[in-house]
């Protein structure tokens, strides 16, 4: 057993072509149309026209902004990028107003005014506290601006909010979506290619020499399946390593838990594999049966879109019967939903059963043929 498996990893070294298309094809599908999740804040140019603005409370409130981010420069800078249409608006702050520098109006400069408007009122309303104490000299009303600046960063109390949902409501998050979909996807291919040689090598005959030698038969499935499965559970780690530490996708802290539950899914894949190898009988059957199993897989199975969205009880009733489905609802539980992992057994339990069912029923017809 360990030889034969030691032969299929030589051939993978010497040979990894559909490998590296598969997983290359995951990922840019997920890139391209799923994007990478991560949010980036606008620049927005600003200069000053009056001294110290950027050091004080207008300043500080629009560097805390989340939105945008303002970038200080030299007046002609700022124009510069205006020109060039390197930004779409620019800012001019003066000690008590503001000027909007845009060269098309849009919605986002509407709510760049309102958040400009926002730290000059926050700035009034601390003079208005300042005026009203008593404070005689310049360096009182500095060290009263101070205080209340640490009093705003550090409250004496904080708000909690939290928001809830229907049962019947779902979330929805384009890149986890295209992630998970893709990679659950293109991994069939993969799975599925490094399955077909035991239909090669039993039609040609190399099983039978095989069997002839010290090895027996039960060895020889297993160093196949073995072989399939870690190739298959290769590529979801690398496609899901690409996007944790290359891309930052975050995966909502649930990375670890979403390799761990793949290896249920990768299980029941590579027994499908093997039923699909059982009922072809050459290998073009199999070219052709692959493609339209894997892309109805997908379609059915909420690989390609949210499965919520789907009205057709005909086509729900089918994706019972689907890996894919349990496949998406597993880590989509586990990321989206964050579900511990008490609520993922169902999902778990059926993909387990599934791989089960299928590699009986696989190898039993594949031993009854004689193939």
């Known amino acids: 057993m360990i030889g034969i498996f030691q032969t299929k990893i030589r051939m993978f070294i010497r040979s990894p072509w559909v490998f590296v298309m598969m ?13 990478t999740g991560a949010y980036t804040a606008i620049t927005i140019p600003v200069y000053s026209a009056s001294e110290g603005i950027q050091n004080s409370v207008i300043g500080d409130i629009l560097e805390d902004s989340d939105v945008y981010t303002f970038e200080w420069l030299s007046e002609k800078e700022v124009l510069n990028r205006l020109s060039n249409n390197k930004a779409e608006a620019g800012v001019a702050l003066h000690e008590d107003d503001f000027q909007l520098i ?18 000059y009122a926050k700035k009034a309303q601390f ?55 893709f990679t659950l996807f ?15 090598e039993k039609k040609e005959g190399i ?41 930052g996708v975050d995966f909502q802290g649930r990375f670890i838990e979403t390799l761990l539950l793949m290896s249920v899914y990768v299980f029941a894949i590579v ?49 019972k019967v689907n890996p894919i489905t349990y496949g998406m609802e597993m880590l989509n539980g586990a ?4 579900y511990p992992l008490q609520e993922l057994l169902f999902p778990i339990s059926i993909l387990f059963l599934m791989g089960v069912v299928f590699m009986g029923v696989g ?3 594949m031993e009854r043929r004689h193939i």
Do not use: C
């Not at 293109?186 to 090669?200: D, G, K, Q």
């Not at 027996?216 to 530490?245: P, T």
């Not at 190898?277 to 050459?282: E, G, H, L, R, S």
């Open 186 to 200: 293109f991994v069939i291919y993969t799975i599925a290619y490094n399955v077909l040689p035991i239909l090669v």
């Open 271 to 319: 027994s499908l594999s093997i039923l699909l190898t059982a009922i072809v009988k050459t290998v073009a059957q199999f070219n052709a049966i692959l493609p339209i199993v894997a892309v109805s897989s997908a379609m059915i199975g909420g690989a390609y879109w949210p499965i919520e969205i789907v009205e057709s009880q005909f086509l729900l009733t089918l994706s």
């Open 363 to 365: 190898i039993h017809l």
């Open 207 to 247: 099983w039978d020499r095989v069997i002839l030698s010290p090895v027996k038969k039960w060895e020889m499935y297993i160093a196949n399946l073995l072989y399939s499965f870690l190739v298959g559970y290769l590529q979801i780690v690398i496609i899901f390593s690409v996007f944790r530490y290359i891309v």
């Open 127 to 181: 003079e208005q506290i300042v005026d009203a104490s008593d404070a005689a000299t310049v360096a009182e009303r500095e060290a009263i601006l101070d205080e209340l600046q640490v009093s705003i960063e550090s409250p004496v109390f904080t708000i909690e909010s939290s928001s809830f949902r229907g049962t019947d409501a779902f979330i929805y998050d384009n890149t986890f979506q295209t992630l998970f979909g």
């Open 335 to 338: 990321v989206v939903y964050q």
């Open 23 to 35: 997983t290359a094809m995951s990922i840019g599908f997920a890139l391209i149309i799923g994007g």
């Open 102 to 119: 845009v060269g098309v109006e849009t919605p986002t400069s509407k709510i760049i005014e309102q958040t400009i408007e926002g730290a």
